[in-house]
């Protein structure tokens, strides 16, 4: 069973930095991941994407976050990164990681969500 696990989360102030992490495994057990992302959800809000990167290592982000959350892939593709600087009280939410991952022996890919880590950002 392919799993999404997430680290990083925590509590900061204002203007801190903090860097989430999110790795696909087995890493035996995936074929192939296309686009990989992180969404959030505060609370009473519908979740959002934050910030995608495709396998070619394109990249998107959320208007609220450019110039301050960076993207990333490492060289297996298997795992993403959120580097968060310049944090702000509205970016207090649970984080969520995003895959679309192919098994080995199933033709098609698979949306695979994380178990969510919780960012707190005091004024």
């Known amino acids: 069973q392919v799993q999404l696990v997430e680290s990083g989360g925590g509590l900061v102030q204002a203007g801190g930095s903090l860097r989430l992490s999110c790795a696909a495994s087995?890493?035996?057990?995936?074929?192939?991941?296309?686009?990989m992302g992180w969404y959030r959800q505060a609370p009473g809000k519908q979740r959002e994407l934050v910030a995608a990167?495709?396998?070619?290592?394109?990249?998107n982000y959320a208007d609220s976050v450019k110039g301050r959350f960076t993207i990333s892939r490492d060289n297996a593709g298997n795992t993403v990164y959120l580097q968060m600087n310049s944090l702000k009280p509205e970016d207090t939410a649970v984080y969520y990681c995003?895959?679309?991952?192919?098994?080995?022996?199933?033709?098609?890919?698979?949306?695979?969500w994380g178990q969510g880590t919780q960012v707190t950002v005091s004024s």
């Open positions: 087995p890493s035996g057990s995936i074929a192939s991941i296309n686009d």
């Open positions: 990167i495709s396998r070619g290592l394109s990249t």
């Open positions: 995003n895959a679309a991952i192919r098994r080995w022996g199933i033709p098609l890919f698979g949306d695979y």
